[in-house]
């Protein structure tokens, strides 16, 4: 168990809707980051945050948003949802500072989302 | 920029004979390198990370992995396979200041009995 948790597990949803996934990071780490798994893209990066704010964006898309909550919990919004948005999405943490550089990240067990 | 290259896509070994799983990068700066493992229907979990001291790193379940700059190759190997071992590995690379990840497209070890 890595201390990331990320809710709900599964989710089924149609095109068009919209989605929120949950991330909560392990105790004392600052940094979030939003990673997607997909067959054909495989592991991406898409969006990190510290302490709130908005730190690196990666490969996301402007239909997909991400915030971070004053108790460090992340959140990453998908809207106008499209079949190729079916993936593995994972949140990873890491204790992270103000000027960057590189620590561990742990990550969570994934929340997998299917597009109908 | 940072990308990592996984050089098989599947590995497959006998029980108890060594594994090798090969890595290639590329970084326009001195790279901080992990191996994840991925087994089933689960999370990524780290096995090891390089990041500058020791060129030989050991992880966890008896995983090591080198580090040879002149090569731009950081292999990972363990000396006799399990049937645990069987999962999904990726090579990672630091992307960018903030530390965000660049994963290799994944190396699938297969452990026969």
């Known amino acids: 168990d890595s201390g990331v948790t990320q809710t709900p597990k599964h989710l089924i949803t149609a095109t068009g809707q919209r989605v929120t996934l949950r991330c909560s990071p392990r105790s004392g780490d600052l940094s979030v980051y939003w990673y997607q798994q997909s067959l054909d893209q495989g592991l991406q990066f898409l969006i990190q945050?510290?302490?709130?704010?908005?730190?690196a964006k990666g490969n996301i898309l402007e239909r997909f948003s991400a915030q971070q909550f004053p108790d460090l919990h992340s959140e990453l919004n998908l809207s106008s949802l499209e079949l190729g948005d079916s993936a593995l999405y994972f949140c990873a943490s890491s204790v992270g500072s103000r000027a960057g550089g590189t620590y561990e990240q742990y990550f969570g067990p994934g929340t997998r989302l299917t597009v109908t | 920029a940072q990308s990592v290259t996984q050089l098989d896509s599947h590995v497959s070994v006998s029980e108890g004979t060594p594994v090798l799983l090969r890595c290639n990068y590329s970084?326009?700066?001195?790279?901080?390198l992990f191996w994840y493992v991925q087994h089933p229907n689960k999370g990524l979990q780290l096995l090891l990370k390089y990041t500058s001291a020791a060129t030989l790193v050991k992880g966890i379940n008896g995983f090591e992995a080198e580090f040879k700059k002149s090569e731009t190759s950081f292999h990972l190997t363990k000396p006799s396979a399990h049937m645990s071992d069987a999962a999904e590995y990726f090579c990672?690379?630091?992307?960018?200041?903030?530390?965000?990840?660049?994963f290799g497209k994944g190396t699938k070890l297969s452990v026969k009995p």
């Open positions: 990672v690379v630091t992307g960018g200041s903030q530390g965000n990840l660049i």
């Open positions: 945050y510290y302490n709130g704010e908005e730190r």
């Open positions: 970084s326009s700066y001195s790279p901080s």
